[in-house]
T-cell receptor
């Protein structure tokens, strides 16, 4: 099983749509979970941390299921500017800064 | 908004040459990192640095690599004798507190010819 696994997409959605991304991770000792977005040939940008209780930031909602080792990201009311690759990121168990990145899910929002 | 700054944005070098990639982390951050991304592949951890020493490194970070924080602001990655397979985008990142999200610089695209 890959350390962090994501559907590569692409997800092609119209503006205003709701879209959900999923991610699974293999190391049960991981303690920190994040979603980053990456535009083509740019740096990863922190979108949000993911907490066990679930958390929301505007149009973005993240959920974590530790038992299933599963993380999700929901984007409501998609904007053209949401087009990017979304990276699921977890820390290597026992290490606070050694982050394992998924390959990412590509989202394309069309007018 | 404070940001991580990296220079140069592009570096072209000949195989076997030494390169130094430079970074200025966010000023009140305590943890510093180097990651790299080969074109089309995922972002990979190289090394973490805290309290003026390496706290962790990956198997990619072999004897050809070194890091230094020569003063209170700069954080550098040196590759002693570059190989073709070192060609990648190198990202510096910093973190304010343990287990928080990392903030990345815009990267240095290294091309080894």
């Amino acid at each position: 099983r890959k350390e962090v696994e994501q559907d590569p997409g692409p997800f092609n959605v119209p503006e205003g749509a709701t879209v959900a991304f999923n991610c699974t991770y293999s190391n049960s000792a991981s303690q920190s979970f994040f979603w980053y977005r990456q535009d083509c040939r740019k740096e990863p940008k922190l979108l949000m941390s993911v907490y066990s209780s679930g958390n929301e930031d505007g149009r973005f909602t993240a959920q974590l299921n530790r038992a299933s080792q599963y993380i999700s990201l929901l984007i409501r009311d998609s904007k053209l500017s949401d087009s990017a690759t979304y990276l699921c990121v977890v820390n290597r168990g026992g290490s606070q800064g050694n982050l394992i990145f998924g390959k990412g899910t590509k989202l394309s929002v069309k007018p | 908004e404070p940001e991580v700054t990296q220079t140069p944005s592009h570096q072209v070098t000949q195989m076997g040459q030494e390169v130094i990639l430079r970074c200025v982390p966010i000023s009140n951050h305590l943890y510093f990192y180097w990651y790299r991304q080969i074109l089309g592949q995922k972002v990979e951890f190289l090394v973490s640095f805290y309290n003026n020493e390496i706290s962790e490194k990956s198997e990619i970070f072999d004897d050809q690599f070194s890091v230094e924080r020569p003063d209170g602001s700069n954080f550098t990655l040196k590759i002693r004798s570059t190989k073709l397979e070192d060609s990648a985008m190198y990202f510096c990142a910093s973190q304010q507190g343990a287990f928080e999200g990392l903030f990345f610089g815009s990267g240095t695209q290294l091309s080894v010819l």
